[in-house]
T-cell receptor
Framework: AQTVTQSQPEMSVQEAETVTLSCTYD???????LFWYKQPPSRQMILVIRQEAYKQQNATENRFSVNFQKAAKSFSLKISDSQLGDTAMYFCAFRHGGSQGNLIFGKGTKLSVKP | EAGVAQSPRYKIIEKRQSVAFWCNPISGHATLYWYQQILGQGPKLLIQ????????DSQLPKDRFSAERLKGVDSTLKIQPAKLEDSAVYLCASSLEPRLGYGYTFGSGTRLTVV
């Protein structure tokens, strides 16, 4: 069974600085997708970034980028120029590429951006 | 496009009572999911629909939980009778082509408190 591990329950960063959130996963699949979701106090899960396992190039979305290390089964999220609005829970998630299957989430990292 | 709509936003009930949650996914999204998120944890899948058929309900406590998706659009999730441990946020999500790695779009969830 696939598992997703986020080893940092809480992180904090000063506004405008850079922070990296860690995620590791376990799977025997070769075709899968990885995601980072943000969940602010409003509770709505918002997709931040996604990565296809077959792509070697790391995904980037504006201030958000990932470091995808397939052999190490690691998928970390880097947030550059942190903003107060980045304060939220961040969840790493995995989905294999088959027709069935669903998103499997880690326990989350609570990120606080301090002014 | 309109997002995933969920109602109610909050619900407080006594144990052994029944409760129902409603979800309207994004138009055209064939796949619909119900997740349970207990405080301090990542969301956990309860049930997955493809159109109006159930794909995966292996983690749905069927002695008390039921769900349906009539006409492949709206869905309802019911709990009867509720237990204290059912206190959680219930998230609905939909996806266009999850097998191709499309992200899921989540609603704002229903926070259920069982007293």
């Amino acid at each position: 069974a696939q598992t997703v591990t986020q080893s940092q329950p809480e992180m904090s960063v000063q506004e405008a600085e850079t922070v990296t959130l860690s995620c590791t996963y376990d799977t025997s699949e070769n075709n899968y997708y990885l995601f980072w979701y943000k969940q602010p106090p409003s509770r709505q899960m918002i997709l931040v970034i996604r990565q296809e396992a077959y792509k070697q190039q790391n995904a980037t979305e504006n201030r958000f980028s990932v470091n995808f290390q397939k052999a190490a089964k690691s998928f970390s999220l880097k947030i550059s120029d942190s903003q107060l609005g980045d304060t939220a829970m961040y969840f790493c998630a995995f989905r294999h590429g088959g027709s069935q299957g669903n998103l499997i989430f880690g326990k989350g990292t609570k990120l606080s951006v301090k002014p | 496009e309109a997002g995933v709509a969920q109602s109610p936003r909050y619900k407080i009930i006594e144990k052994r009572q029944s409760v129902a949650f409603w979800c309207n996914p994004i138009s055209g999204h064939a796949t619909l999911y119900w997740y349970q998120q207990i405080l301090g944890q990542g969301p956990k899948l309860l049930i997955q629909f493809q159109n109006n058929g159930v794909v995966d309900d292996s983690q749905l406590p069927k002695d008390r939980f039921s769900a349906e998706r009539l006409k492949g659009v709206d869905s309802t999730l019911k709990i009867q009778p509720a237990k204290l441990e059912d206190s959680a946020v219930y998230l609905c999500a939909s996806s266009l082509e999850p097998r191709l790695g499309y992200g899921y779009t989540f609603g704002s969830g229903t926070r259920l408190t069982v007293v």
